[in-house]
């Protein structure tokens, strides 16, 4: 069982052929409403994979919060342990503009996720053979789910989305960190060869197209991507966290399961929406195998 502790969103996205100026309107090309939340995509994403997912999450009383606990449970994945607050729901509003994106998150009811509610489902985590976490919840919250993860000796994935959010304490209780380029630049510095050098096996460096570095305790790694052609990059991220996941809850290497994250991220870019382009496992190892059509 891999536990998700994390943010339920409904994404707002809107895609555009041009990028408004300040004080100025566009018209746009597309518009969406699409569930999403880093911590409900990665749960999607180890669960098409093939994983037992428990969710662990907050959402408001409205539409929105009703709608994702229906998708979550579309996707075999455990929803027993969403709470629900007397707030909205969280938001997420994406624009789309030339294969890139950027997001305004509302978290609304995900930060009425509280460590008392981690407190009373403390069985289901220290049961999980992993936890994956971003930081789109409360820092008291993250802080409490990792204390109750260091008591049962269980392995945390953390995501350290937003990198605001993040305490570097944590590092001491955390397996395994994936920041991207702008998160290691802004939470260790701009050193990336130093700062792999200094957390062996433990982070692992995302770099999109490019793939992933990370230090094994002797050498440097990097990993490649693979090259595709993307229509949306939003849920990149949160796919290769949870295909990771899957892949090191397998038993595969570290060097297997990034490789494997790669593959499954490249997959995800070549469809519209974050949850709608995660890959089963039969379309991970068609790439791998090379028999895709």
């Not at 669960?47 to 606990?69: K, P, Y």
């Not at 992933?212 to 993307?230: K, L, Q, S, V, W």
């Not at 379309?283 to 195998?289: F, G, I, K, M, P």
Request: charged share 15%.
């Amino acid at each position: 069982m891999i536990t998700v502790i994390g943010s339920l969103n409904m994404d707002l996205a809107v895609q555009m052929g041009i990028f408004p100026k300040q004080g100025e309107t566009v018209f746009g090309e597309q518009f969406q409403i699409i569930p999403g939340g880093k911590g409900a995509n990665q749960a999607v994403a180890a669960a098409r994979l093939g994983s037992q997912v428990n969710m662990i999450g907050c959402v408001g009383t409205d539409s929105f919060g009703e709608t994702l606990r229906t998708v979550l449970q579309q996707e075999h994945i455990h929803t027993e342990n969403i709470a629900t607050a007397s707030v909205p729901t969280g938001i997420a509003n994406i624009l789309l503009y030339n294969n890139d994106n950027r997001i305004i998150v509302v978290p609304g009811a995900n930060y009425e996720l509280k460590p008392s509610h981690l407190e009373a489902v403390k069985e289901v985590i220290q049961q999980s053979q992993m936890v994956i976490m971003q930081l789109e919840i409360p820092m008291e919250t993250t802080d409490y789910a990792l204390k109750l993860c260091k008591e049962a000796n269980v392995p945390v994935l953390l995501n350290p989305a937003p990198a605001a959010n993040f305490e570097m304490r944590w590092m001491e209780e955390i397996t395994y960190i994936t920041p991207n380029e702008t998160e290691c630049s802004l939470l260790f510095g701009d050193d990336f060869d130093e700062v792999l050098s200094k957390y062996p096996n433990k982070m692992i460096l995302t770099l999109g197209s490019d793939g992933a570095r990370y230090f094994d305790g002797e050498y440097p790694n990097h990993i490649p991507g693979y090259m595709t052609n993307a229509v949306d990059t939003t849920g990149a991220g949160d796919t290769f966290n949870g295909a990771l996941a899957y892949a090191l809850v397998e038993g595969q290497s570290l060097d297997e399961a990034v490789y494997f994250g790669n593959i499954a991220a490249s997959l995800s870019v070549e469809k519209f929406g974050a949850q709608g382009g995660m890959p089963t496992l039969g379309a991970v190892y068609a790439r791998l195998a090379g028999l895709e059509e």
